[in-house]
Every structure is written in C-alpha cells, then in structure tokens.
C-alpha cells in the first residue's frame, strides 16, 4: 500500500479499533474493594475508623503495602524529597510530558478509611487495567500518592514548592516536626527546592476522591464534575469585653464578651446566607475566659472561616461580617479584632478541557453527573498551580467525612474509577 | 423616791442617757484599716491581690491571727464542728439569744481584700468599741467568722443543716474535699448533725460586706440596705446537632450546634432585658465540640444562670428561655435541653425590722443610703433562713470584686462598720 489514503485509512481503522477497545476497558471494583478493605486493617480503630495520622507508624506500614503493589504491577516506584510515593509507566512517546494521577492515603486522627485511599487504590487499579490489556499510553504515566495530605496538603504543596522553612518546624498529629516527619518517611526536608516542578512539567493531573458532602447522595447522582476547589481565609476573632461578677452586674452595664461573640456569629451566618451562591462559613472554635457560671464572659475567641471559589467573594463577605462586627462592638462596648493566623488557601480552578473530558467519560459509560465545587482542600488544589487539573467526585453516603463513619459504595468507587480510566484515555489520545 | 412616777423619771433618764452616749460611740477607722492590711499580707500574691481558699495554708494562718485578736479582746473563742469560728461576749440578761454578727476571712484563688474580711474584721472592732466604753449590752453576742464561705456557703450551711453527706465529698479550691478541709482547720465533719441551729437560736444575724457591684458607687451613696440576697437557678444547656465538613456542607444542610447556641445566647440576653427589674441572666460557659475552625460544630455545653430575689420570676422567666429555644431547636434541627447540676440557691430576704434599723442608723450618722438586693450569695442567705438577718453593703470601687482591684475607700469601711454597730445596739435595745 503504497497510496497515502489508503495508508491513512488503514491506520485509522486501527486507531478506531484501540479506540473501541479502550472505550470497552473496565476496571476491576472487586479489586479496588479488596485493598480499601486492606488498607483500612493498617492503623485500624476498634471504632471501625482508621488513624493513619501522616508519618506515624501506620502511614509507614500503608506506604510500604501500596509501594509493595505499585511495584508488583510494574511501576518504576521513587520517594521524593517531600516524601511522596511516585510510580513511573513508561509511555510511547518519551517526548511527552507525563499525565499524573492519584491521591494519599494519611488520615486524620480517628477518621475514614475512603478519603484519599479511593483516589490511590482507583490509580493503582487503572494502571493495572491497562497492565491486564497490554495498552501502552502515549504519554509517560505518573501515579502519585501524596504525603500528609491531611496536615495541609505538605506532600503536594512541596512540589509546587510552597513549604516554607518555617512550615517544616510545625509539629504534626504524628508528634513529630514536618522536618522530621519527612524524614521519617525516607524524603529529605532539606532538599524541598530541588523537587519544585514548573508549569508545563506535567500534561495533566486528575484526582478521584470522595465528595466529602452530601450533595450527590441526597440529589442521586453519580459523579461529580469539580469545578474547583474553593479557597479558605480563617479568622481568628477576639471579643474583650469585662469579666465581672454574675449576680452583682446589672444588665445594663455589662460589657459581655459572649453575649457579643453570639450576635457575630449569627451575623456572620445572615451575611453568608444573604447572597446568592455556594459560599460557606463556620464559625468552628470558640473559648471563652473565664469561663464559669458565675462571671460574665470578659473575653471570648472565635475560630472563623469562609470559603468560596472566589477570592474577591470572599473579601466583599469578610467585609459585611467586619462592619457588622463594627456595630456590635460600639452597642455592646466590647472590641472586637480580626486577625489571620494560617496561609490562607487560595481558590484553584480545574482546567475545562479536562472537565469536559470527564464529563464525555461519564456520559458514555451512562452515569449522571453534575458541575460542582470542592469545598474541602485537595492535592489538586496545589497541583492546578503548575498543570492542567481534573477532579472526579463520587457519593459520600450521609455526606460524612474525617469520621469513622466515612462510607462510599462499591459501585460508586468502581463508577468513578472508570471514569478516570476513561478521562485519562482520553487526555491521552489529545 | 417612793414616788414610782419619780422612780420611773429618775430610771429612764439614765436610759436616755446611756442612749446618748451608745448613739455618740463610733469605731476607730484606722484600726480596722491596719488589721485589713496585716490579713492581706497573708496569702499575699505577686500582683497585690489575695489567695486564702477555704482550708489553705493561708487560710489556716488568717484563721489564727483572727482568733488571737478576738480572744485578746476577751471574746471566748471556740470552733464549731464545721470550722466556724465563733467569740461569745456575755450579754446582762443571759436568758436572751445572742446577736450575732461577721462574715468570712477565705478569699477566691487569685481574689481582693475585702469581700469578706470587711465584715470580720469591724465585727471585731465592734467588741472593741463596746470594751474600751464599757458597754456591756443586754443580749449576748456572737462574732461569727464563717469557714469556707467562697465554696458555697459552707459553714453557714452547716449551721442551718444543709451541708449533705455527698457535699462533703467534693474537692475544695484547696485540693481537699470538704470533710478533709474542716478538719484541718480544727472541725468534724462527721459531727455537724450535732451543730445546727434552729429557729430561735439568735435574736438576729448581721453582716458587713462590701457591695461587690458597681450601684453604690455610681450612685454616689454611702450605704445600701440589702432587702434581700438573690436566688440563683443554673442550668447547664446542651445543643446537639451534626458536626460536619465546614468546606463541603452547604449551609442550608448544616446543623450547626453554636449557631443555635449563638441565638440561645442572645434570646436569653432578650429575656432578661424585656421584663421591668433587677433579674439578671447570664451565659458565662461555653463548650464546642469537636472545636476546630473547618469543623461545623456538633454538639455545644453552655455554662447559664438566671437570679433574682423572687423565685417565681426566675422561673417565669426560665419558662420564656425554654420555649425560645424550642423555636431555635427546631428552626435548626438541633436538640436543646437543660439539666440543673447545681442545687439551686433559694432567695432570701433579710427582716425588715433590722432594715429599719440600718436606715436608722444611716440617717442618725447622716449617711446616704438606698435600698439594694444582693446578687451575689451571702452567709446571710443562709442565716435568713433560722433568724432576722439584716446585711448592709459599702461601695466597692468600679465594681470589681473576686479579683485583687477589688478596693473599698477607708471612710467607706469605717461608715459601715459605725452602722453595723448602731445597728446592734438599737437590736440591742429593743
């Protein structure tokens, strides 16, 4: 055949062939079931929960386990300088940059055994799937599992090189220092630097996850198509007012610093609720000094947030909650302060042409699916900083999360890890 | 002179003049100021403020630098069985019942110098008075400084019965319990059954304090004539809801546990404030669980109290708190309930006879003076309860009391201890 069409028609009855091929390729749930299953013995709780707590002994013992299977499944493992676990596929095209993929599998104290171990265990599987049918990508392969993402996303943040000197001096749930913690797990704090990857270092990075609320579940859908990841400013409110004997303080010449902390708190939820959107805030904290039956409050400190996928949304929201702060320190004489203790999180928007990619996968293997937003930080909230990122949600029965009673269905993960094969395939095919 | 109308002019004009002369007896101001001096040295703390909790160390030597005083000015000096310490001073007619007068020498942790040692120390110096002009009066009389009045009124209570066998188990500020406490200051606790006092016992109880609120003060007058001691109702306040993710839960799903608790708060602050009187209600703890800024609260304790003098009004009002929070429970399905932990504190009003006379005796020395109720608990409140109790309050300075900046004036003190005195002696006389 020496006719260019007839070349170009032959070879693209190939390419439509793989492509019927991979559009067929499922995933194995069972599988996926059975190592959550496993997973969750490592730092089990009697309460059926997990404590694998980022650098502690069973995080160590979950990162050996799934090192121990990205091996057997072929994958080229590493540990970076941050301590993330990193398993390389080699693709067709050396030329390309990598598609990246996964989650992390530390927990918080007493939590789940679905946030973040869906995400690795789906990544892994994927790889697997494509082991099984002896499909090479085009692009080189990347399944990444994040150290202490629960800490405050460290593993991920470390690689788009936002952890500071400082960062690493902060001590963890696991008792131990990041620096340490680092360490602990085989990567090296002082070499943070060296592993930042730039823009263009990546093709794409996509993220299974839980949703984490209770949004799909109560309105029967199947996957979630994350729009972004909202960012989060915190507060730390302090209320003075005067501490002063209960019983002999008339009532009109208290300066009560709860009583003013309650009417904030109310404020700030009339202003969230009094404009249209998906906004949220929380006022989480509260302590209160003295803090006895019998003496009025002089002093009260509030730990607040708001969270939204727009920075500017956000301010004009803080803003209404200081001016009403304003109006209830001058009526009821107190003052009342705001100040930012944390890094706040900036909002991430997922890139579109990977949404669309999602969706495209969700529609052809007939799930329902709905845009949305991730209220909840995520890796991929660091990783859009430096690629194109994807996220795919999937039910959280009773929308629990960050508790032993974090629940998604099989049939759910199996939707969703299809969905990310497919998403991936697709990306590939780009 | 066997004329009786002669013999009777002649009698009485000897009572007349002993009655000039007891009306013209003042204490000696500079006195009392010198022993309150030398009492604040004892548990004396850094920043000029007093820590002589009941049964202390400190509290143990106060205790003995008061005795060796009163029995210097020829009191019999005995301890009950509950600790009380207590200076008989013969009366001429021993067939009569004593009058007694004090008040208490242990302080807060951390508390001032004259709640409490105000009123013991001029009841001594009232005995001082008495001997250095000579004036033996008719009923006998009993200077009683209450043991462990800071820890609810514990010595007083003993006297009228009310200390149970389970109060007597509980820990003190000290680090003992209560039974523990009483015998290191020379009681036993196993025989206050033995100890109580019934109605008839006294002709009438009499305390000094100061004000421990700011009416006084700001009102420019020099004594306040205590109608009554409030009684004080707590309840502790549990609101459960859900704690969840405070990213991914929209806010029209949250059960959110403090922002009930938030406008639980303000409604009984609403309560308070709508009904005519001197009620006070006061939220001064608060408990958040599980108490983290991106976790919606699940459950909140609060720490409330409601006082006034009449017990019916604390309860109507009560009533009003409960269904607001009916309303609040369900607007934010949470659940809302109230336990008393505490026995409740009854009111007591003091006799207005013995007010008449405090009046009295306020305009014959040409003092201001007004009515006032205590809001703060006294061992006149339980006094009240086995005899005519009278109390009358001196301006405390801001206000502030339970703290080292409580501080009264000099004159201040010396022109109650000179009420208390005439007080007696018109009691005395009638």
Redesign the interface.
Known sequence: MKNPLLIYLFLSSFVAMAQVQTNNLKINQQRIQNRLLELSKIGELPNGGVSRVAYSKADQEGRAYLMGLMKKAGLAVSIDYAGNIIGRRKGKNPALKPIAFGSHIDSVPNGGNYDGPVGSISGLELVETLNENNIVTEHPLELIIFANEEGGTVGSGAMIGKITPTALKSVTQSGLTIADGIRAIGGNPDSLPKMVRKKGDLTAFIELHI?????LM?QNQQIGVVEGI?G?E?WEVTIEGAA????????D?RR?A??A???L??AL?EV??SHEG?Q???????A?E????????GKVVL???I?DLSYDKIWKLFREVESKAREIAKASETTITFRQP?VPVTPALTAKPIQDKIIGAAKALGFSYRYMQ????HDSQEMAQIAPAGMIFIPSVG?????PKEFSKGVDIGNGANVLLQTLLALDRD
């Open positions: 949703e984490q609320g209770g949004i109560t909202v989060i915190d002063n004997h209960a019983g002999t303080t008339p009532m010449i009560d709860l009583l902390a309650a009417k708190i109310v939820n969230i609720n998906r949220v805030g929380t006022v989480g904290k509260i209160v003295p803090g006895a039956y019998n003496v009025i409050p730990g607040m947030e969270r944390f991730s209220g909840a930080g929308g629990i999360s960050h508790s």
